[in-house]
């Protein structure tokens, strides 16, 4: 049976003229353990629907149903219960807080979900490759490492679900992948579901499942593997060449500005 089933989702901004179909009548299933990437344009209701799953946000019509059960969204106390109990949300920004250690910030989560275990919070840093860093405050690290703490933190209460949100997209192309190697490595480990919003086709490589996105409809579902590997393919293939290309324009730029200072 199917951990997450969507029935029907419509949530809309604005009226006439200005009516914005954030998602449009969606129907998704999806099952334990699949490593879902979201991906479409901007605006095509990626963050929408993913703040739905974390019951953050409400939609105007349709079900939701968790393992079988239906999700309490609109009433505000049964959200936030909802969420405690299943829900891990690593943001873009990181969001740790700044006067606690690494260490601190997984066990902050620990303690809110009543669940102290200094010695799981130390074993959550390691798999994520921050092992003997605990002590560190966030300032005093990259922002890769303070991503991991993130994964860490959200891995914390053990939730159900993983959810990720541009999680890389202030890293760079190095970095983002040392992140999701570790968080998918975790993730499969612990046996959780994730999900994770990504404008970055080379990150579908990461993914089990890849759902894209427009003007609030799903326009693909496709499963991860040799078609995931081929579109990263062509991208970081797209990269060198770019790079290629810039790298010559500069040279070239260069030259000519020796010649001219020669001949001056």
Do not use: W
């Not at 106390?77 to 109990?85: D, G, H, L, P, V």
């Not at 060198?240 to 730029?253: D, H, L, M, Q, Y």
């Amino acid at each position: 049976m199917a951990i997450i089933q969507l029935e029907g989702l419509s949530r809309h901004y604005g009226e006439d003229e200005t009516l914005v179909k954030a998602l449009d009548n969606i129907s998704i299933s999806i099952e334990q353990g699949e490593i879902v990437a979201l991906l479409g344009p901007s605006g095509s209701g990626k963050t929408t629907l993913l703040n739905t799953i974390a019951a953050l946000d409400v939609p105007l019509e349709g079900a939701y149903l968790f393992d079988g059960e239906e999700v309490p969204l609109g009433h505000v106390e049964k959200m936030t219960t909802f969420r405690r109990e299943n829900i891990g949300y690593i943001f873009q920004f990181f969001n740790l807080l700044a006067d606690l250690t690494a260490l601190e910030n997984v066990l902050l989560v620990q303690d809110l979900s009543g669940s102290r275990n200094k010695e799981k919070a130390l074993g959550l840093l390691d798999s994520v490759g921050l092992e003997g860093l605990g002590d560190r405050f966030p300032s005093q690290m990259s922002g890769g490492q303070r991503q991991r703490v993130a994964i860490a933190r959200a891995l914390a209460k053990s939730p159900r679900i993983i959810l990720g949100d541009e999680l890389t997209g202030n890293l760079d192309t190095e970095t983002s992948t040392m992140v999701m190697e570790a968080l998918v490595k975790t993730c499969r480990k612990e046996k959780m579901t994730t999900i994770f919003v990504t404008h970055d086709e080379s990150l579908t490589r990461f993914a089990t499942r890849i759902i894209r996105l427009d003007s609030g409809k799903v326009v693909d579902d496709e499963k991860g593997g040799l078609k995931s590997i081929v579109n990263t393919t062509k991208f970081v293939a797209e990269s060198v060449v770019e790079e290629a290309v810039g790298g010559a324009k500069k040279i070239t730029s260069k030259l000519r500005d020796i010649a001219k200072s020669i001949v001056e």
